[in-house]
Nanobody
């Protein structure tokens, strides 16, 4: 079991920065792939960034590559998303999620949303022009 609580969402202007956090509890967090996903109004949920159990492998959607950085602190059971150079198209509800049943997460980040079986409630990011 993993429980996830996001924080850090806010309203910022284009070019600004935000740091999202996801506090986890439960017994399987450290052995799970974790990641950030987002959903804009009227659109489907999409992957933003994911990381392997140790954080050594990461995956980024092309739309955020070079602007966002995912990291995890397993001692604190916390996942982060540093978002720089924000654009209006980054406006969305951001969710953190954990994939606890993929044994390959030890080696590589998992980009498949269907593998993520624990989800937080989300934190809103709004970027104005």
């Amino acid at each position: 079991q993993v429980q996830l609580v996001e924080s850090g969402g806010d309203s910022v202007q284009t070019g600004g920065s935000l740091r999202l956090s996801c506090a986890a509890s439960g017994t399987t967090y450290s052995s799970s792939c974790v990641g950030w996903f987002r959903q804009a109004p009227g659109q489907g949920r999409e992957v933003v960034a994911t990381t392997s159990t140790g954080g050594g492998s990461t995956y980024y959607a092309d739309s955020v590559k070079g602007r966002f950085t995912i990291s995890r602190d397993n001692a604190k059971k916390t996942l982060y998303l540093q978002m720089d150079s924000l654009k209006p198209e980054d406006t969305a509800m951001y969710y953190c999620a954990a994939a606890s049943k993929n044994p390959y997460c030890v080696y590589t980040a998992d980009r498949e949303m269907r593998h993520y079986n624990y989800w937080g409630q989300g934190t809103q990011v709004t970027v104005s022009s």
